[in-house]
């Protein structure tokens, strides 16, 4: 704040240096603006602490905001993380932004309101302030498996998600993007919401797509939709990478944006994403390999999906583990991988609180892997696994929880011929209503095919009916591990993407994933790209990405 009056040489010098940046100009009273606006933290676990990032904005066009002191109140459980906050007291020039990092650690089980307040050492300029809401509810339960039956495998699952055949990819894209860093915080998890299902949808097919962007280098693509945000996230054996769009795909942010920063010789690879539709909020999870060491870790980090901004993490909480899948919904964040003892390991967060004793949902005996997670309705959920049945045969099993804590016993999803390979990954499992729909690859000793199966896992007894995605549809040769997902769920209505000869990608597309004769003629979508395949959508547009060493972007609609 500038407060220098005692002479007139200096008011002379101080009125020529405002005169040239008039937006210091005056200090009257400004209008601050907040976003979020007002501030709810959810439901946060006693002695835990949920984080929210404000965003002040100084909106008036010639008032300087002269800060005079930040606060929120009460405390507990309210308080401001000063390590991460930018707003300090001082001059807030018109249209200048700071970001304030409120935190909420409840001490007791009930409903706090509060208030983060600005005061102003201009004369009769009043407080302004954004109102605070955190519901303190008891510490998260450790998940429990409850199962009492488990499969009878006799041998270790032979899916592996890296296979590479030996083609060299050609990618048709435009455009090439490389990645810059970006800081690494360890902040902790940001507002959350009540989610609202959508209650009806309309099915949909795609009539036409286009290539919209190239990421230079990459692998492993993996993508998330919610309504018109849009991201892709990649790595380039290193680290993860990513982009962003705003608008249904229509453009992305550039260049890709380096989302774990790796040094020391650690990698991280393979990701998976999800965007929670309550807040809107980006999660992902990777495989991550300190360097020395041969057992990979699950790294977690959470963003602002509409800068890449990091909001929580890097966090490790699944160990000696691999193939991550993620889900997320009201705040919290789900998380299961393969270990290499061929168990199915599930943690959550609830609130952005910490992850939980990871929990062997289906037994030690069962001996499953490569596990994928569905979130049906507001807390129940759905995880596979893949391993072999009491016949040797590779097969897909899955559990269903109620609670998100205990599960139900383990039943059949999908089991190949004897003798055929199964070739299955994360994330390939949706709900459309009750109904869970899994999308996998059958490969005989001469040929591939896709195949669908689907049922109602939260019955007491489920069962799944299954079948040949045909080929009068979609040919033959379809191999390596699908992509799919639907397109207008809860409707019935899917996208299955697959690899047919020479690499080239085929889109599928049905309005009744139960009939699989209903599936249209296959459309190539893409040629001679790798089998590393990623697919998002919804009513409005699917997002696909295809690719190793580069991945090309489609969008359809």
């Given at each position: 704040m500038d407060r220098l009056k005692s002479s007139a040489i200096v008011a002379t010098l101080l009125l020529g240096l405002l005169q040239a940046t008039p937006a210091l100009a005056k200090k009257g009273c400004p209008k601050l603006k907040f976003k979020p606006d007002p501030v709810n933290f959810g439901k946060v676990p006693v002695g835990q602490s949920s984080s929210v990032t404000v965003t002040v904005t100084n909106t008036s066009a010639?008032?300087?905001?002269?800060?005079?002191?930040?606060?929120?109140?009460?405390?507990?459980?309210?308080?401001?993380?000063?390590?991460?906050?930018?707003?300090?007291?001082?001059?807030?020039?018109?249209?200048?932004?700071?970001?304030?990092?409120?935190?909420?650690?409840?001490?007791?089980?009930?409903?706090?309101?509060?208030?983060?307040?600005?005061?102003?050492?201009?004369?009769?300029c009043k407080p302004q302030e954004v109102k605070l809401d955190c519901h303190g509810v008891a510490p998260a339960g450790t998940p429990t498996v409850t199962a009492t039956a488990t499969p009878t495998q006799t041998a270790t699952a032979t899916q592996t998600a890296t296979t590479t055949p030996s083609a060299t990819a050609t990618p048709s894209a435009t455009a090439t993007r490389t990645a810059t860093a970006t800081a690494t915080s360890t902040g902790?998890?940001?507002?959350?919401?009540?989610?609202?299902?959508?209650?009806?949808?309309?099915?949909?097919?795609?009539?036409?797509?286009?290539?919209v962007?190239?990421?230079?280098?990459?692998?492993?693509?993996?993508?998330?939709?919610?309504?018109?945000?849009?991201?892709?996230?990649?790595?380039?054996?290193?680290?993860?990478?990513?982009?962003?769009?705003?608008?249904?795909?229509?453009?992305?942010?550039?260049?890709?944006?380096?989302?774990?920063?790796?040094?020391?010789?650690n990698?991280?690879?393979?990701?998976?994403?999800?965007?929670?539709?309550?807040?809107?909020?980006?999660?992902?999870?990777?495989?991550?390999?300190?360097?020395?060491?041969?057992?990979?870790?699950i790294g977690y980090e959470k963003f602002d999906p509409t800068s890449l901004k990091l909001l929580r993490g890097p966090l490790f909480p699944?160990?000696?583990?691999?193939?991550?899948?993620?889900?997320?919904?009201?705040?919290?964040?789900?998380?299961?991988?393969?270990?290499?003892?061929?168990?199915?390991?599930?943690?959550v967060s609830v609130g952005g609180g910490t992850f939980s004793t990871p929990a062997n949902v289906f037994g030690p005996t069962a001996q499953l892997t490569v596990p994928t997670i569905s979130l049906y309705g507001n807390i129940g959920l759905a995880i596979t696994g893949q391993g072999l049945n009491g016949s040797g045969d590779q097969s897909i099993f899955g559990?269903?929880?109620?609670?998100?804590?205990?599960?139900?016993?383990?039943?059949?999803?999908?089991?190949?011929?004897?003798?055929?390979?199964?070739?299955?990954?994360?994330p390939n499992t949706y709900f459309a209503g009750k109904t869970l729909t899994v999308f996998a690859t059958e490969s005989t000793g001469s040929t591939s095919f896709l195949v669908t199966a689907?049922?109602?896992?939260?019955?007491?007894?489920?069962?799944?009916?299954?079948?040949?995605?045909?080929?009068?549809?979609?040919?033959?040769?379809?191999?390596?591990?699908?992509?799919?997902?639907?397109?207008?769920?809860?409707?019935?209505?899917?996208?299955?993407?697959?690899?047919?000869?020479?690499n080239?990608?085929?889109?599928?597309?049905?309005?009744?994933?139960?009939?699989?004769?209903?599936?249209?003629?296959?459309?190539?979508?893409?040629?001679?790209?790798?089998?590393?395949?990623?697919a998002a959508c919804n009513s409005s547009q699917g997002i696909f990405a295809i690719g190793s060493g580069d991945v090309v972007v489609h969008r359809c609609q």
């Open positions: 010639t008032e300087s905001a002269d800060v005079l002191t930040i606060s929120a109140n009460p405390d507990p459980p309210f308080s401001i993380d000063t390590v991460n906050t930018t707003c300090a007291p001082g001059e807030l020039a018109p249209g200048a932004s700071c970001d304030l990092v409120l935190v909420c650690k409840p001490n007791k089980e009930k409903k706090f309101k509060g208030d983060a307040a600005f005061t102003f050492g201009t004369k009769g902790s998890a940001s507002a959350t919401a009540t989610a609202t299902p959508t209650a009806t949808s309309t099915p949909k097919t795609y009539s036409g797509c286009s290539t962007d190239t990421l230079a280098g990459a692998q492993h693509p993996s993508v998330a939709i919610n309504g018109n945000t849009v991201s892709v996230t990649v790595d380039n054996g290193t680290d993860i990478l990513g982009t962003y769009s705003w608008d249904g795909g229509k453009t992305w942010s550039s260049p890709l944006t380096n989302l774990t920063n790796n040094t020391a010789g990698t991280a690879t393979k990701p998976q994403t999800f965007l929670d539709p309550s807040d809107n909020t980006l999660h992902v999870a990777y495989d991550y390999l300190p360097l020395g060491s041969s057992a990979f870790n699944l160990t000696s583990c691999e193939f991550p899948g993620i889900a997320a919904r009201n705040g919290n964040a789900y998380l299961v991988c393969g270990a290499f003892s061929n168990d199915v390991f599930y943690t559990t269903y929880s109620l609670d998100g804590v205990h599960f139900l016993p383990t039943f059949p999803i999908y089991s190949a011929a004897s003798g055929d390979s199964l070739f299955f990954s994360a689907w049922g109602d896992p939260t019955v007491s007894l489920p069962s799944f009916t299954n079948a040949q995605i045909g080929s009068a549809q979609v040919g033959q040769a379809f191999a390596f591990s699908p992509a799919g997902c639907l397109t207008s769920p809860p409707a019935w209505s899917a996208a299955v993407l697959g690899i047919g000869a020479s080239a990608a085929y889109l599928t597309q049905t309005l009744d994933f139960t009939n699989p004769s209903a599936y249209g003629m296959a459309a190539l979508l893409d040629s001679n790209n790798d089998v590393q395949l990623g």
